[in-house]
C-alpha cells in the first residue's frame, strides 16, 4: 500500500511492490488468510472497512511505518507515520471498522476518524496494537467494540477520547495491556467496561486527565484490574462532580479481582466500589478486601505522565503473574531494577506499574582509580572474536558497592584489532543498542572515556568488527545513590603548553609528570572531589600515551590517550582530585608532546546534579541528511527537557580536510576549546559532556546542544547519548 505519487499505484492493479494499490480499502476487499498488507508512510483519508478474515494459523496483518510517536518509535530514531482516516477537521468518521472479522493484527498505524476512530462489531482473535488512536468527537467512543466480540487486544497504544475504550454488554476477553491514555470528558470514564466479562485490564497508564479512570459495570466475572497508574477528579469545588480513578458498581464487584494499582495525585475519591465512595486504600481494603497491595500519593515528574518520581509506589511494584502482562513496556523497555527501590512486586520484583518502565535513576559520582579492571592481552585472555562479546562483572570491584550501582566510568582502549571496525560499550543483559563508543583501523590504539549504565552488576562490549580486537578499561569511578554531585562548567582552557597557560611553556617529555592546579582556578571551587576534561595531546614527535591521575598518588598502570608521531587526538578524562591538583604524565615515548586541557566540569560532594544513566541511543547521524558545512554550527535538540547538561558519545567521520569539532550550548557564543580534532577522512569518537541551552522553535521552547564545525570541509557528526545531569 502506498498512494505517494513516486509509487504508481493502482486499486485495479494486485497489490504488488512495483504497483501497489492506491487505498487499503482496495486491499481490505481482496486480503488473504497468512497474507500482510503492508501501508506506507504518508496519510490516508478513508474508511478501512474489513469483513475478510484469517485463521489461528495464518491472521491476516494490516501494519504501517509507525504511528508517530516518540514513544512507540524504536528508541533513537525519528518517528514516522502512517495515517489512517481523519486529518484535523477533515476526513471520515472511522478510520477502521472491524465487521464480524475474525484473526486479524492491527499494528503501528495513527487512526483518527471525526466520530470515534475504530468499531469493532463481532469477530474474534484481534489484536490492535502500537497505534495512536483519536477521536474529533468528545461524545463517541475512541474504541468502540460490540456485537459480542471475543478475545480483543489492545496493546501498546496512546491516545484519548469519550471514552477511549468501550466494551458493550456481550463482549468477552478483552485483553488491555500496557496503553497510556485518557478521558476528555467530567464524568465519563476513560475505559468502560459494561457487562462485559473476563475483561482484564493490566499496565496501562491512565493518569493524562483528571477523570474517572476506569468504570466496571454489570456482569464482571473474571474481570482483572492490575498494575495500572490511574487518576481522578482532584478539585474539591462543590460545583463539580466528584470522580474516582476506580469506578465499580455491586454486580460488577461480584466478579472483579482489583489489586497492585497505583494511583497518581489521588483525588477526593479513589475508589468508587459499589456504591460506596473511599479515599485512601486502607479502608477501601478493610471493607471489600481487595487492592492489598495497592498505593498513591505520589506526583509525576514529566508531563507526559511515564515518570513516576523517586520513591513511588509504582516501581519494582507490579504483579507479574496477572494476567496479559507483556514482555516490555509501551516504549519496548525491559523491565530493570531500581537500586534505590525495595522489590515489593511479585515473580522477579522488577515490573513496574503503569505503561512504562521507569530505567532512569538519579545517582552520585565516588572517583576511583584509576585501576586497570580489564585486559584482554594478560592473564590467560584472548583478543575478542569478531561480533563477539565480554561480559565484565564491575559491582564490588575495587570498593565498589555490591549493589545500588547504576552507572561506572572507565577509559577504554581497543588496541591490536586485525581489521576495522567499532565497539559498543553497554548494560549487560540489554539488547545492543545502535551505538559506538570506539571506531578504529586496522592495527589502530585508541582510547575513549565511556560511562555507561550497568545491569545486573556488569557491562557488556561488543566487537563491531569482521577481525579481532583487545579490550583494556580503566575504571575511573561508579555512579549510585551517595556521592559527588557534578556541575557542569563553561569550557575553559587550563593547561595548554604551547604557550604556558597552567605550566611552563614546554612540551610533556616521557616520565615527567606536569602538576595541573584545579581548585580555586577559573571559578573552580576548593572542595572539589574530582574533575572533568577534555584533554588533547598535539605536536607529538613519537608515539606514546598519556596518564591522568590525582597529584601525590602513585603513577597507576593505566592510560588516558594513545598516539602516533605527529597526530593530534583528543579525549574526556575525569580525575580525582588531590590536593587540589592532578598530575599528567607521558609514557612509551622517546619523543615530546604537548599537552591541552580545557575544563568541561567539576564534582563536589555537596551540591551539583545527579547523573542519570540511559542505555545508549543515536541522536544525531547527519551520513542521513547532509553533512555539516565548512566553519558551520547544526543544532541539535536532545529531547531532554530537565537537565542540564547531557552525556554523549560523539563520531566524526568522512571529513574533507583536517578540523576540530566544539559543542556548546545552542543558546550560548563559541567557546575557545575543542571536543574532537582529525585529519582528513579519519573517524574518531570522543565523549562529550555539554550543558544544554534554550531553543527557541515558534511556539515551543526546546533544550539543546550544537556542534561547531572547525574545518575548511564538510564533515559528518554522529552522537549517541548516554545520560544526563539533572539537579
Given amino acids: 500500500m502506498d498512494n505517494a505519487a513516486a509509487a504508481h499505484c493502482s486499486d485495479t492493479g494486485h497489490g504488488a511492490a512495483d504497483q501497489p494499490y492506491c487505498t487499503i480499502g482496495a486491499a481490505a476487499k481482496v486480503v488473504n488468510p497468512g497474507q500482510t498488507v503492508h501501508i506506507a508512510e504518508g496519510s490516508y483519508p478513508e474508511t478501512v472497512t474489513l469483513t475478510r478474515s484469517g485463521t489461528a494459523e495464518a491472521p491476516i496483518t494490516f501494519t504501517g511505518a509507525g504511528a508517530g510517536l516518540s514513544t512507540l518509535a524504536p528508541v533513537g530514531s525519528k518517528p514516522r507515520t502512517t495515517l ?9 468518521d472511522q478510520a477502521l471498522v472491524l465487521d464480524h472479522a475474525s484473526h486479524v493484527r492491527i499494528h503501528d498505524l495513527a487512526l483518527a476518524g471525526l466520530k470515534g476512530a475504530v468499531t469493532v462489531d463481532g469477530g474474534s482473535d484481534l489484536t490492535l496494537s502500537r497505534a495512536r488512536i483519536t477521536s474529533s468527537s468528545a461524545f463517541r467512543p475512541t474504541i468502540e467494540v460490540k456485537g459480542a ?11 484519548a477520547g469519550a471514552p477511549y475504550l468501550h466494551l458493550s454488554p ?14 476528555e470528558l467530567d464524568r465519563i470514564p476513560a475505559l468502560e467496561a459494561d457487562s462485559a466479562p473476563g475483561t482484564v485490564i493490566v499496565s496501562n497508564t491512565i493518569a493524562r486527565s483528571e477523570n474517572v479512570g476506569i468504570a466496571v459495570t454489570g456482569t464482571a466475572t473474571g474481570t482483572v484490574v492490575e498494575n495500572n497508574v490511574l487518576s481522578g477528579l482532584s478539585s474539591d469545588s462543590p460545583q463539580m462532580y466528584v470522580v474516582a480513578a476506580l469506578a465499580v458498581d455491586a454486580e460488577a464487584a461480584r466478579g472483579i479481582k482489583a489489586d497492585y494499582n497505583s494511583f497518581a495525585g489521588p483525588g477526593r475519591y479513589t475508589y468508587d ?12 481494603t478493610a471493607v471489600t478486601g481487595q487492592g492489598q497491595h495497592d498505593g498513591g500519593d505520589f506526583a509525576f515528574v514529566n508531563s507526559s505522565y511515564s515518570d513516576p518520581g523517586t520513591g513511588s509506589s509504582a516501581i519494582d511494584s507490579a504483579d507479574e503473574s496477572a494476567p496479559g502482562m507483556l514482555d516490555t513496556d509501551l516504549r519496548g523497555l525491559r523491565p530493570v531494577d531500581d537500586p534505590y527501590a525495595a522489590n515489593t512486586g511479585t515473580g522477579s520484583g522488577l515490573r513496574d506499574r503503569g505503561a512504562y518502565e521507569i530505567d532512569d535513576f538519579a545517582a552520585r559520582y565516588t572517583p576511583v582509580g584509576p585501576v586497570r579492571v580489564l585486559d584482554t592481552r594478560t592473564g590467560g585472555g584472548k583478543a575478542v572474536a569478531p561480533g563477539g ?22 577509559n577504554v582502549t581497543v588496541t591490536g584489532g586485525t581489521g576495522p571496525g567499532y565497539l559498543t560499550v553497554y548494560p549487560h543483559g540489554a539488547d545492543r543498542p545502535l551505538a559506538s563508543n570506539l571506531n578504529w583501523t586496522a592495527g589502530q590504539i585508541i582510547p575513549n572515556l565511556v560511562t555507561t549504565k550497568v545491569s545486573d552488576g556488569k557491562v557488556s562490549f561488543y566487537n563491531g568488527s569482521q577481525g579481532t580486537v583487545h579490550i583494556v578499561a580503566d575504571l ?4 549510585a545513590r551517595t556521592g559527588s554531585g557534578y556541575t557542569t562548567a563553561t569550557p575553559t582552557r587550563l593547561l595548554d603548553t604551547r604557550d604556558g597557560t597552567g605550566a611552563a611553556k614546554a612540551p610533556l617529555t616521557n616520565g615527567k609528570p606536569v602538576d595541573l592546579q584545579i581548585a580555586g582556578v577559573r571559578g573552580v571551587p576548593k572542595d572539589i572531589t574530582a574533575v572533568t576534561l577534555n584533554v588533547t595531546a598535539t605536536g607529538t614527535t613519537d608515539h606514546g ?5 590525582p597529584h601525590g598518588s602513585a603513577r597507576p598502570t593505566a592510560s588516558n590517550l594513545n598516539w602516533t608521531a605527529g597526530q593530534t587526538i583528543p579525549n574526556l578524562v575525569t580525575v580525582p582530585v588531590k590536593d587540589g591538583r592532578i598530575s599528567l604524565v607521558t609514557g612509551g615515548t622517546n619523543g615530546t608532546a604537548n599537552v591541552v586541557a580545557d575544563l568541561a566540569g567539576y564534582f563536589t560532594a555537596t551540591g551539583g546534579d545527579t547523573y542519570h544513566a540511559l542505555t545508549p541511543y543515536r541522536l544525531l547521524d547527519t551520513r542521513t541528511d547532509k553533512a555539516v558545512g565548512p566553519y558551520q554550527t547544526t543544532q541539535l535538540p536532545t529531547g531532554v527537557t530537565r537537565a542540564d547538561s547531557v552525556a554523549m558519545n560523539v563520531t566524526v567521520t568522512g571529513g574533507t580536510a583536517p578540523g576540530f569539532l566544539t559543542a556548546f550550548p545552542v543558546d550560548a557564543n563559541r567557546p575557545l576549546a575543542s571536543n574532537l580534532n582529525w585529519t582528513t577522512g579519519q573517524t574518531i569518537p570522543n565523549q562529550v559532556v555539554v550543558k544544554q541551552g534554550w531553543l527557541w522553535d515558534s511556539s515551543t521552547n526546546i533544550q539543546g546542544v550544537s556542534f561547531y564545525n572547525g574545518s575548511i570541509g564538510p564533515v559528518q557528526v554522529v552522537a549517541d547519548l548516554n545520560g544526563y545531569y539533572a539537579p
Fill in 84 to 92: 489512517v482516516g481523519a486529518s484535523g477537521q477533515s476526513g471520515p
Fill in 149 to 159: 466480540a471475543q478475545g480483543l487486544t489492545v496493546q501498546r497504544t496512546t491516545g
Fill in 170 to 183: 456481550g463482549v468477552e476477553g478483552t485483553v488491555v495491556s500496557t496503553n497510556d491514555f485518557g478521558a
Fill in 273 to 284: 466500589w459499589a456504591g460506596t465512595k473511599y479515599s485512601y486504600t486502607k479502608d477501601f
Fill in 389 to 410: 562479546t565480554v561480559d565484565l562483572p564491575i559491582a564490588g570491584l575495587n570498593g565498589l558497592p555490591a549493589t545500588g550501582l547504576t552507572a561506572v566510568t572507565m
Fill in 476 to 479: 575511573l569511578g561508579a555512579y
Fill in 545 to 549: 600515551y598519556l596518564t591522568a591521575y
